[in-house]
């Protein structure tokens, strides 16, 4: 057990020996040796110097001739039984030790080096100069070990304030440390943003293409059409009812692929913001808190995909509602330049095949000339109702909700798991204790 102590290099040897003994057989001696072969730390105490034979003395272990060490050797003499049993105190026998050395023949010239007081003196000056040779290493392993705990700190989380002001604040700090990584991830700082330009680049172009107007535009269909639009009376000169039937109805197809962009931006928005959550280091020690923030994104992004379907169809809508002429003035100009010489009246063909195929081409032509609008307008209604607000107003619902909760509400949002709670408040205490050391050892260094 002794040898586990003294084995440490920070350790201070006391080899205490009686001097009515041979100092070579000495086994405080001998085991400081072992574990301190330079000395530095090692001091030889010499005690009952006062039952020593009579015409005997210890000066040649004192005065380092007999045992040589590299601290002076002191002699101490302790109360006698018969001391302790008459209750004698400990400055009664201090100073009688002193009046032993004081007059002794033998050890009066070593006097002011010997004694309790004395071997306490030297204790207390080697204690002193082995912490000011160890105050930079001390030091640095103490910041070493404030930083390592302020990382931890940081990873768990500090401590959370008791008043409501303080946990609003929190939240808020939360919050924003949350739309800044959804922020980033919109914007191109991380993965994730990119899936929305797919939407418009890949997703809504193919979805386009695959609308059925090869099937609509078939010339049993457009028969069909033209004729249900004419009624009793057949058309005189162009079947506009027929044109205007057939691109009304067809236009209508464009409503899924918009709407379908819509749900696609919206199911990004909604694993962008499930990602952020999990991304935000300061949130995770708070379940409820997530679930929460979760909830109320949720219900904003919903908000903006009604907006954004709504838009979206409202672009078909139009399109839809009121035709662009000047295309259709262009056709009889565009058919005589493709014809023959001598190219078909308008009515020699009216109720032929080739008159319907004409006019399910020239449908397919506007219906393509209207693709190629949407395939721009789409992507912009959508960034418009859905990113944009996303970016500007993503948080709104979840702030007013935030903003009639009481402190008791805001205290179940910041809800933890107990073990952490145990284990920060351990981190916190064992914190406190090494600033409080390191402020000790900057008084000391600087009184020096």
């Known amino acids: 057990m002794v040898h586990l102590y003294v084995d440490k290099p920070n350790c201070i040897i006391l080899a205490i020996s009686p001097a009515n003994q041979d100092i070579a057989t000495s086994d405080a001696i001998k085991l400081a040796r072992d574990v301190d072969p330079t000395g530095e730390r090692t001091f030889g105490v010499l005690t009952k110097l006062d039952l020593m034979d009579k015409g005997t003395d210890a000066l040649d272990v004192l005065e380092g ?26 400055i009664l026998a201090r100073r009688k030790e002193q009046e032993f050395f004081e007059s002794s023949p033998e050890y009066a010239h070593l006097a002011s080096r010997m004694g309790s007081e004395y071997l306490a003196k030297l204790l207390s000056q080697q204690l002193e100069a082995v912490i000011r040779a160890r105050i930079p290493s001390i030091t640095s392993l103490i910041n070493k070990t404030i930083d390592d705990l302020e990382s931890e700190m940081d990873h768990l989380g500090r401590p959370i304030g008791s008043d409501a002001g303080a946990q609003l604040y929190l939240i808020l700090e939360l919050c924003r440390a949350f739309d800044k990584i959804f922020k980033e991830h919109l914007d191109g ?47 005189l000169i162009a079947p506009e009812q027929g044109y205007r039937r057939l691109i009304e109805s067809g236009l209508n197809y464009f409503r899924g692929p918009a709407e379908a962009s819509v749900d696609a931006v919206h199911n990004v928005l909604k694993e962008l ?104 307008t789409i992507p912009k209604a959508v960034v418009h109702c859905q990113v944009r607000e996303a970016k500007r107003s993503l948080l709104n619902y979840f702030y007013t909700q935030l903003g009639v909760k009481d402190a008791t509400q805001l205290s179940l949002l910041l809800d933890e798991d107990p073990t952490l709670m145990d284990r920060r408040q351990q981190c916190f205490k064992r914190l406190e204790l090494y600033k409080s050391a390191r402020d000790e050892i900057d008084a000391v260094s600087w009184s020096r």
Not at 67 to 79: A, E, F, K
Not at 274 to 295: C, D, M, N, V, Y
Not at 313 to 319: A, N
Not at 350 to 371: C, E, K, L, P, Q
């Open 189 to 235: 700082g991380r993965s994730g943003g990119d899936r929305i330009y797919g939407v418009f680049n890949n997703q809504l172009p193919a979805a386009l293409l695959k609308l059925p107007f090869d099937r609509y535009l078939s010339l049993q269909n457009v028969k069909r059409v033209v004729s249900q639009a004419d009624g009793y009376q057949p058309h």
């Open 65 to 90: 001739r007999a045992y040589r060490l590299q601290h002076p050797w002191v002699g101490i003499v302790n109360r006698s039984q018969a001391d302790i049993n008459k209750n004698v105190d400990m």
């Open 273 to 376: 913001v499930r990602k952020s959550i999990g991304e935000t280091e300061e949130l995770r020690r708070f379940p409820t808190l997530q679930r929460e923030l979760a909830a109320a994104c949720y219900h904003s992004l919903e908000r903006f995909r009604e907006d954004g379907r709504k838009t979206t169809v409202r672009l078909v809508d139009m399109e839809a509602t009121y035709l662009t002429v000047e295309f259709f003035r262009k056709l009889p100009q565009e058919v005589d330049r493709a014809g023959t010489e001598n190219p078909p009246s308008p009515s020699s063909d009216r109720y032929t095949d080739t008159h319907f195929r004409r006019i399910a081409s020239n449908v397919s032509s506007y219906i393509g000339m209207v693709s190629d609008t949407l395939k721009n």
